[in-house]
């Protein structure tokens, strides 16, 4: 299976320690076999390490696991499956991004024509049966197939893969109000991989992680 999911785990405020930044010093550690869904297309943990959620190709919402010892998946047990509310969900929801403290939740949309960018909002960080529809963005023209996305810390910016031009685009965002994206002037083409699936930055915004469809591989990037 193509490495759809990347998750960077933030370790407090600043820049990341450079094993975190460097991908070829990771090695394997753990594997923890994830039955509910048998092509999971995103993963974050929840600020603490305690909660783990997946979403999963042709679903409509993200399955919760939770983890006795933080990040530890020796530890994981499934909790339960919530479906997201907001507008019906006729496609895949492929990727999606917690805030920093789990207050606010994005989610991309895709399939049938559909390509938007939603916006939830929780009451309670990373508790899910807080969690109501605020607001979404149809991404196309500028994207038109396959993707992921990434928002940056401060949620000022987006930026999206698009697997059918092997490209990075970059969007502004104000007020962490997804009505409010901007598309900014330039594109990053990526060479090293015909088919990009999903993206992922370091916490200091000095490093690009792209997962490869087509290599099966990480790509690492300086920014």
Avoid at 67 to 77: F, H, K
Avoid at 105 to 111: D, H, S
Wanted: aromatic fraction near 12%.
């Amino acid at each position: 299976m193509p490495p759809y999911l990347i998750y960077m785990k933030k370790q407090g405020a600043g820049t990341l320690p450079p094993a975190i930044q460097d991908i070829s010093l990771f090695t394997q550690t753990q594997v923890a076999s994830i039955s509910n869904t048998t092509q999971p297309t995103q993963s974050q943990f929840s600020a603490d390490g305690l909660e783990l959620f997946i979403g999963g190709w042709n679903q409509d919402g993200l399955f919760r696991y939770t983890l006795g010892t933080p990040y530890d998946l020796n530890t994981i047990a499934f909790q339960d499956f919530t479906t997201l509310p907001g507008t019906t969900y006729t496609a895949a929801i492929t990727d999606f991004q917690f805030n920093s403290d789990g207050t606010r939740l994005y989610t991309f949309e895709q399939g049938g024509g559909i390509r938007t960018i939603k916006q939830h909002s929780l009451s309670v960080g990373f508790d899910l049966t807080t969690l109501a529809f605020v607001d979404e963005y149809d991404i196309i023209p500028a994207i038109n197939s396959d993707g992921g996305f990434y928002v940056t810390p401060d949620e000022t910016k987006m930026l999206m893969v698009d697997q059918g031009t092997d490209t990075v685009r970059s969007f502004t965002m104000s007020a962490a109000d997804v009505t409010t994206f901007v598309e900014d002037a330039g594109t990053h083409v990526i060479t090293e991989d015909g088919g990009p699936r999903n993206i992922q930055c370091s916490l200091d915004g000095t490093k690009m992680f792209i997962a490869g469809d087509s290599n099966n591989k990480i790509f690492q990037y300086s920014m």
